[in-house]
């Protein structure tokens, strides 16, 4: 889209109360919406020119310093991913799109550029051509060029696939390759789901996650026909608990670690509890899971109520401080639950590392103002040059991040259960 055209599209969205009266409201607003639409995808392809720009820019500059050229991108993708209000993880998969579009896929990137495409849809291009040379890439980049336009009324799986046919015809050997090297990939999964419910998910070789959804069929379809009265679904799922967790109900013997207030437990209040590793849960779910546990199954559950002390003012956890080197198994508890994610900002990955933000070399203590959860990539990147997280003077703890850039983001944990209701008490 040139500049002319924005201009016109941001005239067109400011004169629409002017032309409210008209006559055809729907048809301009669906009009705009188009032309908005498109605008997003010339920014989108803007701000990769830009991603690509900084890494240059980045490179540049540490060469000038004597920094060795294996160590020249590192952190690029982390600044590249605050500026645009991500995780770093996300930031590393928008840096590699942007090298791809510009370097090895003008004709996707001019398609994105003129509102052909979308980010998204230019992403699953690159990702499906992640696998060839750059020779080859862009050689399918071109035999898909006269297609960018026709893609209007397709699907996501309509153009996943014409990538995938157009990567096989130019190079089998390494599409092939691809498919070999995913099983090294396998991995398990959990994210939250509405309603206190999680989706766990397991991503593994064809042969063997048919098989485990073969056995859990077999075992449901027995117990439906011996007079089970629950849905095949949740005979599957129930047996999947028991099976891996080798208990029936799946909770004995593990600390679920539930934030609750006294007032929640003890006097029926409805502020909501937090679950580590799962997020905020109803109030009537917690009293139910501590009195009586898993209420839909027969098991006995163990509950071991620990206490937290909060300050009264802020819900800051206290605790005492440590002089060992490393954080306590008790005081790693308790950054977990205060932090409950990765606390860079944009990232909620799950905490791996509990590190000290003023370096213990530096003199920094073994405390937990002085300490951060995070996760693995996060903690690795705060160690490259230029860059410093510092502990910030806050109601809740706040740590401020700055970049090798001078651009400082700020972190706060997320309050505790009760807080916010106490500051309104």
Known sequence: MSRSQQIQATQAVASLPERAHAGNVSGD????????EDMKSAISSLQAKIAVA???????????????????????????ALARRESPNKGSRLLGLAKALVSEMPRTMAALESGKLNEWRATLLVKETACLSAEDRCAVDEELAPDAGTFDGAGDKTIVAAAKAAAYRRDPRSVTQRAAHAASERHVSLRPAPDTMTILTALLPVAQGVAAYAALTRHADSARSDGDSRPRGQVMADTLVERITGTPGGICGIDLQLVITDRTLLQGDSEPARLTGYGVVPA????????????????????????????????????????ARFFPTGMRRLIETRDHTCRTPYCDAPIRHYDHILPWAEGGKTTLNNAAGLCEQCNHTKENPGWSVRPEPAERHTLKVTTPTGHNYHSTVPPLPGYERTRAD
Request: aromatic share 6%.
């Open 29 to 36: 607003l669906i009009d705009q919406l188009r032309v908005l």
């Open 54 to 80: 900084f890494d240059l820019a980045q490179r540049q500059e540490r060469a000038e310093s004597g920094v060795p050229a294996a160590e020249r991108s590192q952190g690029v993708a982390a600044q590249i």
């Open 284 to 323: 009537e779910w917690a009293r139910e899971l501590l009195t009586s546990g898993e209420s839909k199954t027969d098991q006995d559950v163990s509950i071991w109520l620990r206490r937290l002390f909060t300050a009264p003012s802020t819900g800051e956890l206290l605790a005492t401080d440590s002089r």
